[in-house]
Structure formats: structure tokens, C-alpha cells
T-cell receptor, first 113, second 111 residues
Framework: DSGVTQTPKHLITATGQRVTLRCSPR?????VYWYQQSLDQGLQFLIQ???????AKGNILERFSAQQFPDLHSELNLSSLELGDSALYFC????????????FGQGTRLTVV | GNSVTQMEGPVTLSEEAFLTINCTYT??????LFWYVQYPGEGLQLLLK?????DKGSNKGFEATYRKETTSFHLEKGSVQVSDSAVYFC??????????FGAGTQVVVTP
């Protein structure tokens, strides 16, 4: 158990819909990262938050957004969903400091039909 | 930009065979390097890491050495078990902790 909790584990939704994925980081970790894993794109970094503030942005679509709340949990919002958004979405957290390892949640498998 | 290249799989081995997965990287500065493992249906777990040149990371019989001169971080294990069957990802972190992953290498170990 990594200590990072993601909900839900599975999500099936229709095209055009909006979903919210939730992540609770390990206790004490201030950084939260979101990654997308798909067969064609592999593991792609989407976005990072540190103590409530956006820190870095990767290949995140404009239809996607995220935030980190004062209790440090994070949510990833995906809207106007397309079939190609079907993927495994991982959240990870890490403690401050260079070289700190990231601990990953079990992921949310999103299927858009 | 930064990138990680690792050998394509699947790599199929017999139990007790020697495993090598090649990983090379391109990055500015001095990134930290990682190997993560993903077992079927699970999230990624850190296998080992190295934060500076010539560091050797090791865990569960796996080893990798940070080679700056060849920009490589090859993963090795002397004697694999069936339980080592998984997908292995090489990754680098150059800034703020975000990870740049390679494509992953599936390893299949047969009894």
C-alpha cells in the first residue's frame, strides 16, 4: 500500500460527459502529480500541484483541469469527454526535496463509450 | 526536451536467467533516475533510484548504475523469478519532481 488513495477505481461514462477523479496523497506529502497511461501515448505527465499551487504543467488538454485543496487532496476534472480519453489515470505524491521518490496510487480506469 | 528511451519488449526469460533492460536518457543538468515496476492491475512502485552520477541503486536483487558518460541507467538482475513478471519503466526527474517515463518494457518469466 503506497498510502496514496484514488477514487473511483473504475469509471464508465459517455462521450461529452464530465467526470471528477479524486486523489488523497500520502500523509505529509505536499506535491501531487497526475499522469495518464494509455496504450498509444504511454505514461504522460499531466500536471503537478504543490501545497495548493500549480507547479508544473505537462501534456494536459484544455478540457482537463485540476486543483489541490487546503487538505492537500486533489481532483482532476475531465470534461467534454472523447473516446480517446479512455485511459488509466494515476495520481502520485512526494515529499519536498530533489530526488524524492513519487508514490503512486492504484489509478482510476476511465472508459468513455 | 528531456526524454527516456528503453528497450522494447516483451522480454521473455526462463526462471533464474539474467535480466538486462537498457535505458538511456537525454536531459539538461543532472536529473535523478528511477526504475518503477508495474504489476498487472496495479499502480507503479518504485524499484530503485539514483540521484547522481556513479550512484548505484539496488533493491530486491535489481541493480542500476547512473552512468553520466553514456547517459544510461540499465536495469539488471542476476536471477529472475516468475514473480518478477511485470512492466518496468525507466524514468527521470529533472525539475520539481515530475517524472518523464520511458515506454516501458514488459518482462515475462516462465518456469
Amino acid at each position: 500500500d503506497s498510502g496514496v488513495t484514488q477514487t473511483p477505481k473504475h469509471l464508465i461514462t459517455a462521450t461529452g460527459q464530465r467526470v471528477t477523479l479524486r486523489c488523497s496523497p500520502r500523509s505529509g506529502d505536499l506535491s501531487v502529480y497526475w499522469y495518464q497511461q494509455s496504450l498509444d501515448q504511454g505514461l504522460q505527465f499531466l500536471i503537478q500541484y504543490y501545497n495548493g499551487e500549480e507547479r508544473a504543467k505537462g501534456n494536459i488538454l484544455e478540457r482537463f483541469s485540476a486543483q489541490q485543496f487546503p487538505d492537500l487532496h486533489s481532483e482532476l476534472n475531465l470534461s467534454s469527454l472523447e473516446l480517446g480519453d479512455s485511459a488509466l489515470y494515476f495520481c502520485a505524491s512526494s515529499s519536498p526535496g530533489g530526488g524524492a521518490e513519487a508514490f503512486f496510487g492504484q489509478g482510476t480506469r476511465l472508459t468513455v463509450v | 526536451g528531456n526524454s527516456v528511451t528503453q528497450m522494447e519488449g516483451p522480454v521473455t526469460l526462463s526462471e533464474e536467467a539474467f535480466l538486462t533492460i537498457n535505458c538511456t536518457y537525454t536531459a539538461t543538468g543532472y536529473p535523478s533516475l528511477f526504475w518503477y515496476v508495474q504489476y498487472p492491475g496495479e499502480g507503479l512502485q518504485l524499484l530503485l533510484k539514483a540521484t547522481k552520477a556513479d550512484d548505484k541503486g539496488s533493491n530486491k536483487g535489481f541493480e542500476a548504475t547512473y552512468r553520466k558518460e553514456t547517459t544510461s541507467f540499465h536495469l539488471e538482475k542476476g536471477s529472475v523469478q516468475v514473480s518478477d513478471s511485470a512492466v518496468y519503466f525507466c524514468a527521470l526527474s529533472a525539475s520539481w519532481g515530475k517524472l518523464q517515463f520511458g515506454a516501458g518494457t514488459q518482462v515475462v518469466v516462465t518456469p
